[in-house]
């Protein structure tokens, strides 16, 4: 089986990594030369390539790993294998996916994919398998997708390490991912930026710190196309964490040990309901 990479980034990359050693042709395709020279050099991709359109044609299965927009560019320009598989790890689904699907052609099955896992980190060099390990993966279904492709879909990423792989509509996705990924960004940033400076704040921090504001170095191309594109949903999500905030705000400032015990215990409890 021919499997391209298109985008050899920190996921990219780590997908190029992941498949090593697991039987399959690996190939890749990306804008810099020395990327894909590294990749070929680790024993990752067969053969690198700048322009992917000759190895796109051969390909039973393309996984495009670039910004949604760039995806977008990349379907509309290039001509797929009939009958293979073209996938995506873009974070937005809803409105990305009907712009793919009048983009490609129908003899090509379109599943996309949202891989929970990444680093605040850009570039091949920050790439590993090691990222893909214990993470969840979303597998997107759409009325289009044959259910057994689907299928397909799913044993194949569970290969690559992620522990659950969970397929839904491409609604329910931007509407959960705008809370378990795009909110914390949003809280990130706001937290550091939130700092007056009166401080030489790096000399005092802890790992709660750390831990709350590692997403905050984040990609401003990126998340400005995720945020937007799926703005009511991730609106709603910010709307719903101010509420909480508010009552926090209301109960210290009132005094009402009882209320933030309370809230206190309930956090406790949903967090501990996370790992089981």
């Given at each position: 089986?021919?499997?391209?990479?298109?985008?050899?980034?920190?996921?990219?990359?780590?997908?190029?990594?992941?498949?090593?050693?697991?039987?399959?042709?690996?190939?890749?395709?990306?804008?810099?030369?020395?990327?894909l020279e590294m990749a070929?050099?680790?024993?990752?991709?067969?053969?690198?390539?700048?322009?992917?359109?000759?190895?796109?044609?051969?390909?039973?299965?393309?996984?495009?790993?670039?910004?949604?927009?760039?995806?977008?560019?990349?379907?509309?320009?290039?001509t797929f294998k009939k009958?293979?598989?073209?996938?995506?790890?873009?974070?937005?689904?809803?409105?990305?996916?009907?712009?793919?699907?009048?983009?490609?052609?129908?003899?090509?099955?379109?599943?996309?994919?949202?891989?929970?896992?990444?680093?605040?980190?850009?570039?091949?060099?920050?790439?590993?398998?090691?990222?893909?390990?214990?993470?969840?993966?979303?597998?997107?279904?759409?009325?289009?997708?044959?259910?057994?492709?689907?299928?397909?879909?799913?044993?194949?990423?569970?290969?690559?390490?992620?522990?659950?792989?969970?397929?839904?509509?491409?609604?329910?996705?931007?509407?959960?991912?705008?809370?378990?990924?795009?909110?914390?960004?949003?809280?990130?940033?706001?937290?550091?930026?939130?700092?007056?400076?009166?401080?030489?704040?790096?000399?005092?921090?802890?790992?709660?710190?750390?831990?709350?504001?590692?997403?905050?170095?984040?990609?401003?191309?990126?998340?400005?196309?995720?945020?937007?594109?799926?703005?009511?949903?991730?609106?709603?999500?910010?709307?719903?964490?101010?509420?909480?905030f508010d009552l926090l705000?209301?109960?210290?400032?009132?005094?009402?040990?009882?209320?933030?015990?309370?809230?206190?215990?309930?956090?406790?409890?949903?967090?501990?309901?996370?790992?089981?």
């Amino acid at each position: 089986m021919i499997i391209t990479v298109v985008g050899l980034g920190v996921i990219g990359g780590s997908f190029v990594k992941a498949l090593k050693g697991k039987g399959y042709d690996v190939y890749g395709v990306d804008c810099d030369q020395q990327t894909l020279e590294m990749a070929k050099a680790e024993g990752c991709i067969i053969e690198g390539y700048l322009d992917g359109h000759q190895i796109i044609s051969q390909s039973d299965l393309t996984i495009i790993c670039l910004y949604p927009s760039k995806v977008l560019d990349f379907i509309s320009e290039h001509t797929f294998k009939k009958g293979s598989i073209v996938t995506d790890v873009v974070g937005i689904k809803s409105y990305f996916l009907n712009q793919a699907l009048s983009r490609i052609d129908q003899d090509v099955e379109y599943i996309s994919g949202h891989p929970m896992a990444g680093r605040e980190k850009k570039g091949y060099l920050y790439a590993s398998q090691e990222v893909f390990q214990n993470a969840n993966y979303i597998v997107i279904q759409h009325e289009h997708n044959q259910i057994d492709k689907i299928e397909w879909m799913r044993q194949f990423v569970g290969q690559l390490g992620f522990k659950s792989v969970k397929i839904m509509s491409p609604y329910d996705h931007d509407e959960i991912i705008s809370y378990t990924s795009q909110l914390p960004h949003t809280l990130a940033v706001a937290l550091m930026n939130s700092d007056d400076e009166k401080y030489e704040t790096g000399k005092y921090i802890g790992d709660s710190f750390r831990d709350l504001t590692r997403i905050a170095n984040i990609n401003a191309d990126l998340w400005a196309e995720l945020f937007f594109h799926n703005r009511d949903y991730l609106l709603a999500s910010m709307e719903r964490f101010e509420k909480q905030f508010d009552l926090l705000k209301q109960a210290i400032a009132s005094g009402d040990e009882k209320s933030l015990k309370e809230m206190f215990w309930q956090s406790s409890k949903r967090r501990e309901k996370l790992e089981k």
